[in-house]
């Protein structure tokens, strides 16, 4: 395999606006019905990478399966994150996060949210490699793709 027989990324940034967010249709999210969720994809969807913008609300637990290292930043709102990781989800714990806060989801963990806050949990996921979600495209970046 050459330089040339692998596909290369391209330069991206993405501004988080708000209203790209806050427009969004609430989702449900996968496997857990009557759930709800908002998601844009940050126009960051490369071969190795892919950036969502989410909204998790309080109320039902969100529980996951990474399939994928995730870093996730969060923008605002406050959720308990209890974690299992591999390969025997022996070792465990719970935290806090909140504004401010960056943590990584390795791959292979399983992951539950418990939105604390009456605010959603806004956060940026930055996932690697692209797995690929069907997440549609912010406001902001389509006007600006046309």
Known sequence: ????????????????????LDNAPDLEFPFHPGSKFRAINTGIDEPSTQVNYEDFYKGMDIGWSMPHDEVQVVVSGEAEIEYFLPPLMAESGKVIAKPG??????????????????????????????PRYP???????????K
Not at 113 to 127: M, N
Request: with cysteine; hydrophobic share 40%.
């Open 135 to 145: 997440i549609p495209v912010a406001d902001s970046v389509a006007k600006l793709n």
């Open 101 to 130: 806060s960056v943590y990584l989801l390795p791959q292979g963990a399983r992951i539950i949210w418990r939105v604390l806050s009456d605010e959603p949990f806004r956060h940026l996921c930055i996932c690697y490699p692209n």
């Open 1 to 20: 395999m050459g330089l040339t027989d692998i596909t290369w990324s391209k330069f991206k940034i993405y501004d988080p606006v708000d209203s790209d």
